[in-house]
């Protein structure tokens, strides 16, 4: 038996307009997500949220239509801990994939090994209270520790508000860090304020990569141009131009106001980073090193 959608949920865009802007050769989609199908793969009992479907096969269909060569899946909070769907999405992608998990402590070097083998290359953390009941610093030290010897890096999601109160624990981590969707700055306050500058400071003072990604999440003035999001972003790209990275969020999971335009999310890009040299570090060169090391696009 299926479960029904949560009430109010908005579903993803699925007649997403042409880009204006044409992806670079090789451009990398560095964070997206599939849900289910739930038939297939049902959601997790202890979910914040039920989402609609959202399959490989749709995610793949926008990869192609915006013109993405290769995608990073990050496993969807609505699955919690079984990353089935996930690694299925990456399997199926033959090389043009690769995933992010989420695991329990008690996991062991044979299981991290096979999600090696399958294509994943880092663990996400997930500290935005709506979206998960406890993050205990403990249990995800002990995970830290057991991915760096596999080269894997941990992404961290996260609200600006609570960076004070997490970055200690954030620099003890032994692995680099993927902050999403810029660490969830206030965008109401100054891009020079003391908020963002700590983000910024933060970020410079360990082995953190950025992602300039959902603008359509951090917006108060909202679409198409997303504008008050672009100074943030672009601050981004040219203090850490080798450490960032750009994603859709595909299918943009709880989005209350509006559901974005892939197509506009892509003629962002340049908005944010504008030469030819930093937008190919943003779209292919920085994450084909992070999730590709030693191939080329």
């Not at 109010?8 to 307009?17: C, H, V």
């Not at 989420?102 to 709506?130: S, W, Y």
Request: net charge neutral.
């Amino acid at each position: 038996m299926t479960a029904a959608k949560t009430p109010g949920w908005l579903d993803w865009n699925a007649e997403p307009s042409t880009p204006d802007f044409r992806l670079p050769p090789g451009a990398v989609d560095a964070h997206c997500h599939v849900f289910g199908p739930q038939a297939r793969f049902p959601f997790a009992p202890e979910r914040k949220y039920t989402p609609c479907d959202a399959s490989k096969e749709q995610l793949f269909a926008l990869r192609d239509h915006i013109g993405v060569a290769r995608t990073v899946i990050v496993q969807a909070t609505c699955h919690g801990a079984d990353n089935s769907a996930m690694l299925d999405a990456v399997r199926a992608a033959g090389g043009r994939a690769r995933g992010v998990a989420t695991v329990r402590p008690d996991i062991g070097e044979a299981e991290l090994r096979q999600l090696h083998a399958a294509g994943v290359r880092g663990v996400r953390f997930n500290f935005v209270k709506r979206l998960v009941d406890a993050a205990p610093h403990e249990d995800l030290s002990a995970i830290a520790k057991k991915i760096a010897p596999l080269g894997w890096h941990v992404v961290l999601y996260f609200e600006a508000a609570d960076l004070p109160g997490l970055e200690g624990f954030f620099g003890t981590l032994p692995v680099p860090l993927v902050i999403d969707h810029l660490g969830r700055p206030d965008v109401t306050k100054p891009v020079d304020g003391p908020e963002f500058r700590r983000f910024l400071d933060f970020a410079a003072a360990h082995d953190v990569w950025v992602k300039v990604s959902c603008p359509e999440r951090l917006t108060v003035t909202g679409p198409p141009a997303y504008a008050d999001v672009v100074p943030f972003a672009r601050r981004v790209v040219a203090e850490f131009p080798d450490r960032v990275l750009w994603g859709t969020d595909w299918p943009h999971p709880n989005l209350k106001q509006h559901m974005p335009d892939d197509g506009l999310l892509v003629d962002h890009v340049p908005r944010i980073a504008n030469t030819p040299e930093a937008q190919r570090k943003l779209l292919v060169g920085n994450p084909m090193r992070l999730y590709w090391p030693g191939e080329t696009a």
